[in-house]
């Protein structure tokens, strides 16, 4: 089986602050991918970050970087620089090397304030 | 390129009704997926298309779901009847063949069952 957990449900940073999601999952594939999606107010589902499990270095897309640990099965999302832009729900997904579904967790609703 | 598109954004109807979802992928793109995300739970798979095949109907809740895809285009998931816990925003999602990465998403349908 394979799950993802985020256990914060709601997160706040000041702008210009930096910010950690957590996300944690469980899988018995050696081989997997790991992404962060935002979903804003409009709903529509935009991809933050991904990871390639076989891969060791870390991801980073601008202001957003990722501190993978493969062993102890976290994939953490950092965002630097925060901007009232990301206020967004942030969802942690999973996906299999066979099938193409995605596994979410919850998901993590960040508010950046001025 | 035009987004993947989803009909209607919103829809609310009595317990016992039918309602049908309507999901336009990306063109050219083979995979097509449906998500649903309940109020407050993680984002669940549905099922997932392979042009007009089903690949994966494991997460289908019930036999009131349908999904069809026809001429591998544009898809349809029809609730019939509804009940309450049918609520919540479902999403569409497409991806090229052996894509591994990501998929773009549509903006998600809001189904409240009254």
């Known amino acids: 089986a394979q799950t993802v957990t985020q256990s914060q449900p709601e997160m706040s940073v000041q702008e210009a602050e930096t910010v950690t999601l957590s996300c944690t999952y469980d899988?018995?594939?050696?081989?997997?991918?790991l992404f962060w999606y935002k979903q804003p107010p409009s709903r529509q589902m935009i991809l933050v970050i991904r990871?390639?499990?076989?891969?060791?270095q870390n991801a980073t897309e601008n202001r957003f970087s990722v501190n993978f640990q493969k062993a102890a099965k976290s994939f953490s999302l950092k965002i630097s620089d925060s901007q009232l832009g990301d206020t967004a729900m942030y969802f942690c997904?999973?996906?299999?090397?066979?099938?193409?579904?995605?596994?979410f967790g919850r998901g993590t609703q960040l508010t950046v304030w001025p | 390129e035009a987004g993947v598109t989803q009909f209607p954004s919103h829809s609310v109807i009595e317990k016992g009704q039918t309602v049908t979802l309507r999901c336009d992928p990306i063109?050219?793109?083979?995979?097509l997926y449906w998500y649903r995300r309940v109020m407050g739970k993680e984002i669940k798979f549905l099922l997932h298309?392979?042009?007009?095949?089903?690949?994966?109907e494991s997460g289908m809740p019930n036999n009131r779901f349908l999904a069809e895809r026809t001429g591998g285009t544009y898809s349809t998931l029809k609730v019939q009847p509804a009940e309450l816990e049918d609520s919540g925003v479902y999403f569409c999602?497409?991806?090229?063949?052996?894509?591994?990465?990501?998929?773009?998403f549509g903006s998600g349908t809001r189904l409240t069952v009254v």
């Open positions: 298309f392979v042009k007009e095949s089903k690949q994966d």
């Open positions: 999602a497409s991806s090229q063949e052996n894509r591994v990465w990501g998929y773009t």
């Open positions: 990871q390639e499990a076989y891969k060791q």
């Open positions: 997904a999973l996906r299999g090397s066979t099938l193409g579904r995605l596994y």
């Open positions: 063109s050219g793109h083979d995979n």
């Open positions: 899988t018995s594939e050696n081989n997997y991918y």
